[in-house]
């Protein structure tokens, strides 16, 4: 049976748009001109949603929304306007609405807002098998994400874990490296043993051998007492280089025999010291082109780079950041003693037109400012703490225009290329809600064609 809408708009127009738009996707559309009328249908039918103006004339759509729930608390209720203030796009939602809807609005994210919806409703609908998690977000460890790249990268931590092989983990800045890296420790046999990072590009120069290695008394100026190195300290346990492609060549060399015999030997010290350490660096340069370039010891490379666990930046598992995002807003509620519950799914689509160059790091920060701005328990679009630049980023994304006068100053057709191929895949895939059969019709290609579009550039499935 096809899901049955009521739509609630005192604007024929409107009406007109919305009932056209919704029964082409499939939906039992019932219109509803005044806010009487509304409640007169929904004392006599069941509904799954209600789509309704806030401003009616003779009621409000918060009238509608409370009738609605009154009837049936499971209706799922969405609110549309052009004149609602923050105020009342709160109250509704804390009312129970689902979301609100700014106008004018963009028609596929309007569709993939009831699509949503209904998928909401469905699932709390059905009943959970005994004993299975029934939560949205997927956590292994620290870590959070339900997205397939990032359930491989699970399956892959459990699979290394009880091994003591040397293990490079390799992404973006701020995409959780030092994260599975603690997921790989605590979920070995090694767990109840030393952790110890270590910031290889944070070091001065001058200092690194003394840390790594430790130093003897009197070993150089200032060294006024022996210090244990990071890697005897770690004795037991695991030891994690992050940025590991910052060390310089002559450092290179010490840790390689350290790494290949788990040995050290402190500064100013005549002694070897054996240690028993799983080895886990992290970096977010590629290795390849450093020791192509020189600047990285094809040896050591080798050596560190046994396994290789590849982290996926924020903007190639969007599916993920509504539940990341979720995550840090109960987080930096619960910091800040503050009541923020939820975050608009406008404010989700908002966020998702945003690449997150800083990735997850950005991410958190983002929505720990707009915590610690809010003034309501819900953050909406206009909530966001984003600055200037990032909305005019995403205003910049959305009327994009490609200028063909740009050659003349040397483009890269490829990747010019590769990010229309990009965009119209996620938007076959939106207006299709992941149909992938309809989305490749949609772009006259074959379903295998299209599959293989979407492994080649790393595309997920549209939250």
């Not at 025999?257 to 500064?267: F, I, K, L």
Request: glycine fraction near 8%; charged fraction near 30%; include cysteine.
């Amino acid at each position: 049976m096809p899901a049955r809408l009521l739509v609630v708009d005192d604007e024929r127009s409107m009406r007109e748009l919305l009932d056209y738009m919704l029964s082409r996707e499939g939906y039992a559309i019932t219109l509803a001109e005044n806010g009487r009328r509304a409640l007169d249908l929904l004392q006599a039918n069941e509904y799954d949603l209600v789509l309704t103006d806030i401003k009616l004339g003779d009621l409000t759509g918060l009238d509608v929304l409370r009738a609605a729930k009154k009837k049936n608390p499971a209706v799922v209720v969405i609110m549309i306007s052009a004149f609602a203030t923050t105020e009342t796009a709160v109250e509704a939602m804390n009312e129970g609405a689902f979301d609100y809807v700014p106008k004018p609005f963009d028609n596929d994210e309007l569709k993939q807002t009831i699509a949503n919806a209904l998928e909401r409703r469905t699932e709390q609908a059905e009943p959970k098998p005994g004993g299975e998690e029934t939560g949205e977000a997927v956590r292994f460890g620290k870590i959070v994400g339900n997205s397939a790249r990032m359930q491989h990268i699970y399956q892959m931590v459990r699979q290394v874990a009880r091994t003591r092989t040397n293990i490079l983990i390799t992404g973006e800045s701020g995409t959780g490296k030092e994260l599975i890296a603690k997921a790989i420790h605590e979920n070995s046999d090694r767990a109840d043993k030393p952790f110890v990072p270590v910031n290889c590009g944070g070091i001065p120069e001058t200092l690194v051998e003394s840390e790594f290695f430790g130093h003897k008394k009197g070993a150089f100026t200032g060294a006024s007492q022996d210090k244990m190195g990071l890697l005897e300290a770690a004795h037991g346990g695991t030891i994690f280089m992050d940025e590991v492609g910052e060390l310089s060549i002559p450092m290179q060399v010490k840790l390689l025999r350290a790494v290949q015999e788990r040995v050290v030997r402190a500064v100013g010290g005549t002694k070897d010291i054996s240690v028993d350490i799983r080895i886990i660096s992290a970096t977010n340069k590629r290795l390849e082109d450093e020791v192509i370039g020189g600047r990285f010891r094809e040896d050591l490379f080798y050596r560190l780079n046994v396994i290789e666990i590849k982290v996926p930046p924020l903007r190639e598992r969007k599916g993920d950041l509504k539940i990341l995002a979720q995550h840090f807003l109960e987080k930096y509620s619960k910091e800040m003693g503050k009541a923020v519950t939820k975050i608009s799914s406008y404010a989700i689509d908002l966020l998702k037109k945003y690449d997150f160059p800083g990735n997850v790091r950005e991410l958190e920060n983002l929505i720990e400012r707009s915590v610690a701005l809010s003034n309501t328990n819900i953050l909406l679009p206009d909530s966001l703490a984003m600055s200037i630049h990032k909305r005019r980023w995403i205003e910049g994304v959305q009327n994009k225009r490609f200028d063909v006068d740009e050659v003349a100053q040397g483009v890269s057709l490829d990747d010019i290329l590769a990010e229309i191929e990009r965009a119209y895949l996620i938007k076959a895939l939106q207006c299709t809600h992941n149909n992938k059969n309809k989305a490749a019709e949609l772009l006259g290609i074959t379903f295998r064609s299209f599959r293989y579009r979407l492994d080649k550039l790393n595309i997920e499935e549209q939250g």
